[in-house]
């Protein structure tokens, strides 16, 4: 991880960057719902995914969304700040022993109008198997300082 002062208008349009993989484990389905309290059987009861289409345990989606986005997070910006995520979309199922990476890419800019000198730069989220199969999407969006505002 470092740091990287990168100003509204110095984000480029198309730019991408990927992580490296992960491989998900037992551990990580049992550790999310832990945390979250989700304990549907669709995760957690290897013997009643026998009898569903998928046929085996499916990570939650909210947790590959987490360790997707923990795998951007190699960069720390101190002129940007999340300001949140939209069109999260779960795509393919993901199940233990899948490795999964991120691909991100900036895909617009706007001028905030709420915040005097701050601009919004919009970076797609793709978290994909290692089948080269994309599995869930979302669009990031970032609140930056403009350089001219510094």
Same mark, same amino acid.
């Given at each position: 991880m470092h740091m990287q002062t990168t100003?509204? =208008?110095e984000y480029e349009i198309g730019s991408?960057? /990927?992580s490296f993989g992960r491989t998900i484990t037992e551990t990580d389905f049992v550790v999310h719902a832990g945390h979250t309290g989700d304990f549907f059987p669709h995760h957690m009861d290897a013997e009643f995914c026998k009898t569903q289409d998928f046929g085996q345990r499916i990570a939650h989606g909210t947790m590959v969304f987490s360790i997707g986005v923990g795998m951007t997070a190699d960069v720390i910006n101190p002129v940007a700040f999340s300001y949140g995520y939209e069109r999260m979309r779960f795509i393919r199922p993901v199940h233990i022993g899948d490795t999964i990476h991120a691909r991100t890419m900036i895909a617009r800019k706007e001028i905030d109008q709420k915040r =005097?000198?701050?601009? /919004?730069?919009f970076e797609t989220l793709e978290v994909i198997n290692q089948d080269e199969k994309i599995v869930l999407f979302a669009e990031h969006i970032y609140l930056v300082k403009m350089k001219d505002s510094a």
């Open positions: 100003y509204f =208008e991408s960057r /990927q =005097e000198g701050m601009g /919004q730069v």
